[in-house]
């Protein structure tokens, strides 16, 4: 261990879960929390403010998820490491947060009992992986294998997936187009190639879409 403790920042949209998780953390003597953030958007402004050793990020939270909010800090603070915290036990949620730069996926459920020790994995510089996780590594390393090819997960760009998240959220083309800073006719033309994509045919199958892949809560 050393000398000075890990510098956490906690993110969840929840502030039960925040305090329940932050009493985990701050009773270790190697960890503390030094920031809150009760959606994605806050998340990545603490961290830039902050500057904290590990980000702790729940997946579904508003404005950004924790899956953007990862994506994000990876670009522009690279030295903070990246820890999922998810009631989702979903292959596709942790293949998403490992593309998006976490080093560590760990269940709500079991948080008491693994959280502590990934923090301690992650600033080791190792991977922590639930049992499911690795399960769901070796399928999808076979599967790649028996393709023949690496395949990607992801196939939303990252302002596309902005654009699902805010038209499932409710929002029209012209509030988007002000949140985002672009024109009503881009948020159309973005939005007709996320239902291409996808192979949706309306804003309710977006929606579903959005809650299935846990963009949204239901």
Known sequence: MTDSPTRILLADDH????????????AEPD?????????GAEAVARAREHRPDLAVLDIAMPR?????????????????????????????????????????????????????????ATMRGEPFLYPGAVDALI??????????????SRTLTDREEEILKLVAEGHISQQIADLLVISPKTVERHRANVLQKLGLKDSLELTRYAIRVGLIEP
């Open 31 to 39: 960890l503390t929390v030094v920031a809150e953030a009760d959606d």
């Open 139 to 152: 399928r999808d390393h076979l599967d790649r294998v028996r393709e023949g090819g690496t395949g990607s």
């Open 64 to 120: 950004l998820t924790g899956l953007q909010a990862a994506r994000e800090l990876s670009r522009t603070c690279p030295e903070t490491r990246i820890l999922i915290l998810t009631m989702y036990d979903n292959e596709q949620y942790f293949f998403e947060a490992l593309g998006a730069g976490a080093s560590g996926y760990v269940l709500k459920s079991v948080a008491d009992r693994d959280l502590v020790e990934a923090c301690r």
């Open 15 to 26: 502030a039960l879960v925040r305090r329940g998780v932050r009493l985990i953390l701050d």
